[in-house]
C-alpha cells in the first residue's frame, strides 16, 4: 500500500473578499447546498466592523484549504467579557487529516487571544460525529448549559400550554 502525498500547511491568513467561491464550495461539500447568501453577509458584515469577527483561512500549496467564521460578542452569556462563536468551519475533503483544521484553530485561537478573548463557543449536530470528535480533539468540552428549541408552527394554546 502506497502512502499518499501531504501537503503541508503553508499559512493561515486572513479571509478575503476574493475566497468567497472557494469558501462556498467548501461549504458545500459539507452542507450539501450553498449557503452563498449566508457567506456574503459575513464578509461584508466583516468589512463594516472588523473587530467583531474573525475569519480567516488556511492554504496548502497555494489554495485555499479550509477557513473559519466566527464573531466576538460582548456582553452576552451572562458575562462582561468579549465571548467568541464559531458559525462556521471548513475543510476542502481532499485536505481533510493533513492537519488543517487543527491549523485553523490555532490560528483562531492566537488571533482571539489576541484580542482579549477567552472563550470560545460553538455548535455541532449531535449526530455530527466527525465534527464532534474535532471539537473534542481540539479541546472543545460540553458547555454547562442546555440549548432548547420549540417550534413555532402552533400557538402555546393549540399545545395545551397555558399563556
Known amino acids: 500500500m502506497s502512502k499518499s502525498l501531504v501537503i503541508p500547511v503553508s499559512r493561515v491568513r486572513p479571509l478575503r473578499l476574493d475566497d468567497l467561491e472557494r469558501v462556498i464550495a467548501i461549504d458545500r461539500a459539507h452542507t450539501g447546498s450553498a449557503r452563498r447568501r449566508f457567506m456574503e453577509k459575513r464578509l461584508t458584515a466583516a468589512r463594516a466592523a472588523p473587530d467583531d469577527f474573525v475569519l480567516i483561512g488556511v492554504e496548502r500549496a497555494g489554495t ?3 477557513f473559519a467564521l466566527g464573531r466576538v460578542l460582548h456582553g452576552e452569556f451572562g458575562t462582561v467579557e468579549p465571548v467568541a462563536v464559531l458559525d462556521a468551519i471548513g475543510v476542502d475533503p481532499a485536505s481533510q487529516e493533513q492537519g488543517c483544521g487543527h491549523a485553523l484553530m490555532g490560528g483562531l485561537f492566537d ?6 478573548v477567552q472563550v470560545l463557543h460553538s455548535q455541532a449536530d449531535w449526530s455530527s460525529h466527525g465534527m ?3 471539537f473534542a480533539a481540539t479541546g472543545f468540552t460540553l ?3 442546555v440549548v432548547l428549541e420549540r417550534g413555532t408552527a402552533q400557538s402555546m394554546s393549540e399545545q395545551g400550554e397555558e399563556i
Do not use: E, I
Request: net charge positive; aromatic share 6%.
Open 64 to 66: 485555499l484549504a479550509g
Open 111 to 116: 488571533l482571539l487571544r489576541s484580542r482579549g
Open 132 to 134: 464532534l470528535k474535532f
Open 143 to 145: 458547555a454547562p448549559r
